[in-house]
């Protein structure tokens, strides 16, 4: 079993940035595609990035391409995100998602371990 914690969630002005943090315990998961959804208040929960094991590829839904960016540090089991310039459009839980497959996808069911959350805050 893989656990998945957020963290760096909070409340920030539009035009802002945060860094998002997921720590993962458990197992390596150096071998894993990786990635975020969020999900805003009465709207459906939607595919915000992904990465694979090794790094090289990233995979971002179009509403966010150019502002934010996936990371992850293999060596310290953790996966990033980068937000900038975000926009009140932005505000909602953001999840750590990880799949044993190689592939990424936008597919909720696809990925098998799940953190809680944590929410981010876009103020105008």
């Known amino acids: 079993q893989v656990q998945l914690v957020e963290s760096g969630g909070g409340l920030v002005q539009a035009g802002g940035s945060l860094r998002l943090s997921c720590a993962a315990s458990?197992?390596?998961?150096?071998?894993?595609?990786m990635g975020w959804f969020r999900q805003a208040p009465g709207k459906e929960r939607e595919f915000v990035a992904g990465?694979?094991?090794?790094?090289?590829?990233?995979y971002y839904a179009d509403s966010v391409n150019g502002r934010f960016t996936i990371s992850r540090d293999n060596a310290k089991n953790t996966v990033y995100l980068q937000m900038n310039s975000l926009k009140p459009e932005d505000t909602a839980v953001y999840s750590c998602?990880?799949?044993?497959?190689?592939?990424?996808?936008?597919?909720?069911?696809?990925?098998?371990?799940w953190g809680q959350g944590t929410q981010v805050t876009v103020s105008s």
């Open positions: 990465i694979v094991g090794s790094g090289v590829w990233t």
């Open positions: 998602v990880s799949r044993t497959g190689t592939a990424i996808t936008r597919t909720i069911h696809s990925y098998e371990y």
């Open positions: 458990g197992r390596t998961i150096s071998s894993y595609v």
